[in-house]
């Protein structure tokens, strides 16, 4: 069981998931990152298609560029928002939006980004699943596990809405499951180096 992955020298995007209540965790994260934090940081929220400011509500509370992403954008450190009524995937250096059908019920698909992600990145990718109603997230999120990248999970108590995250922590036992407020000093914590699983959590 000592299968730790420790290749290379560090992960290279976290990758974020939030639904209902996901603004506030969305700034709760943010805020702790610092401004030299090096990795993107992509996030899909659950949205309406008429929702035009969620970038300037994590901007006041981020010392890190907050960008709206938008085709073949390059991509680099900051936190980068998909747009409300498109999937947003990860390339190579770079985002591709498409207007393929919902998946769930829900363009963007957390899954959808988070499945691209690993595609491209494979074990270089951290995957975090916050507050929100529906299992989306947790099916990319098992998909990250298994490529040997890093899963965190909102510790469900500390969500305004638990089931995404008892969703995902379900999916994958082995995420590092944590209240909201510690998530941004453990990305600060690992981004350069390798960490093996967490240990499974009671069910």
């Known amino acids: 069981m000592s299968e ?19 603004l506030h965790a969305l700034r709760t994260l943010v805020s ?20 035009e400011l969620l970038c300037e509500l994590l901007q006041e509370c981020s010392p890190l560029l ?5 085709d073949k954008m390059d991509m680099g450190p900051g936190v980068y928002v998909g747009p ?7 390339d190579e250096g770079y985002f591709t939006l498409t207007c393929d059908d919902p998946v769930r019920y829900s363009r963007p698909s957390i899954d959808v980004m988070f499945e691209s992600a690993v595609d491209t ?3 270089d990718v951290v995957g975090i699943v916050l507050t929100g109603a529906n299992a989306d997230g947790a099916r990319g999120l098992r998909r990250i596990a298994d490529a ?11 969500a305004e809405v638990r089931v995404m995250p008892r969703s995902a922590a379900k999916a994958v036992p082995e995420a590092c499951v944590l209240p909201l407020e510690d998530i941004a000093a453990h990305l600060v914590g690992i981004h350069g180096r390798r960490v093996p699983p967490c240990p499974p959590v009671n069910a």
């Open 66 to 70: 907050v960008h709206e992403v938008t």
């Open 4 to 22: 730790a992955h420790e290749v290379g020298p560090g992960y290279r995007v976290v990758v974020v998931g939030a639904s209902a209540g996901g």
């Open 121 to 123: 990145y494979g074990m």
């Open 148 to 158: 040997g990248g890093h899963c965190i999970v909102q510790e469900p108590g500390t």
């Open 32 to 51: 702790g990152l610092p401004d030299d934090f090096p990795l993107p940081v992509v996030v899909v929220q659950h949205r309406a298609k008429e929702s």
């Open 84 to 90: 409300p009524d498109y999937h947003l995937l990860v």
